[in-house]
């Protein structure tokens, strides 16, 4: 079993529909997370991070953290065609923002 | 502001050869980590670089070394090239080791023959 799992897709929406990306993780240990959006040959652009539990907002953007289900989510609201691309989980235990594990990443197809 | 550069962008190589990966990191940042791609996967640590000294190794053969220089850039150098090692093989930078989040550059593709 591997430490985070996140389904592959691809997720298919239109233009203007509120997108939701989850991970799921088992090592209780893992304190940072984060989201990353990767276009095709590009590198991870780093989206948003938290640290432990709750939410944060960023623009269009939100991520959620549910510690005691092992569970971050990130919602994209009025989703646009420039958001297709792979969305990358990471997380990382109390060493900080070192040895990120990254999830299989979840390829998001918005169709205007 | 440059981001995080890496060179060359593209490489073919033979098996049991060995290739040098750089990266030169944003300005301003001091810690260099290095990831492994494979198509469909998420990226995989290799190594962490802080002030020129090794911070944090992954599960990778003993094929696989890094060094920082004085300006902060990094060379990733892998020995005895295999099939396996073909991936995508990015470089990330942040202010300050463990505290700061990582930002990646646009990676080296390597294809082993």
């Known amino acids: 079993q591997k430490e985070v799992e996140q389904d592959p897709g691809p997720l298919s929406v239109p233009e203007g529909a509120i997108v939701s990306l989850n991970c799921t993780y088992s090592n209780s240990a893992f304190q940072y997370f984060m989201w990353y959006r990767q276009y095709s040959r590009k590198g991870p652009e780093l989206l948003m991070y938290?640290?432990?539990?709750g939410n944060k907002e960023d623009g269009r953007f939100t991520a959620q953290v549910d510690k005691s289900s092992k569970y971050i989510s990130l919602f994209i609201r009025d989703s646009q065609p420039s958001d297709s691309a792979t969305y990358l989980c990471a997380m990382s235990d109390n060493t900080g923002f070192q040895k990120l594990v990254f999830g299989t990443g979840t390829r998001l197809l918005v169709s205007p | 502001d440059a981001g995080v550069t890496q060179s060359p962008t593209h490489l073919i190589k033979t098996r049991g050869q060995h290739v040098t990966l750089r990266c030169s990191p944003i300005?301003?940042?001091?810690?260099v980590s290095w990831y492994q791609q494979v198509l469909g996967q998420g990226p995989q640590f290799i190594f962490q670089y802080y002030e020129k000294e090794e911070r944090g190794r992954g599960n990778f053969p003993d094929r696989f070394s890094a060094r920082q220089f004085p300006n902060y850039s990094s060379e990733l150098n892998v020995n005895a090239l295999l099939l396996g090692d073909s991936a995508l093989y990015l470089c990330?930078?942040?202010?300050?080791?463990?505290?700061?989040?990582?930002?990646f550059g646009n990676g080296t593709r390597l294809t082993v023959t």
């Open positions: 300005s301003g940042h001091k810690s």
């Open positions: 990330a930078s942040s202010f300050e080791g463990a505290n700061s989040p990582l930002h």
């Open positions: 938290t640290y432990s539990s």
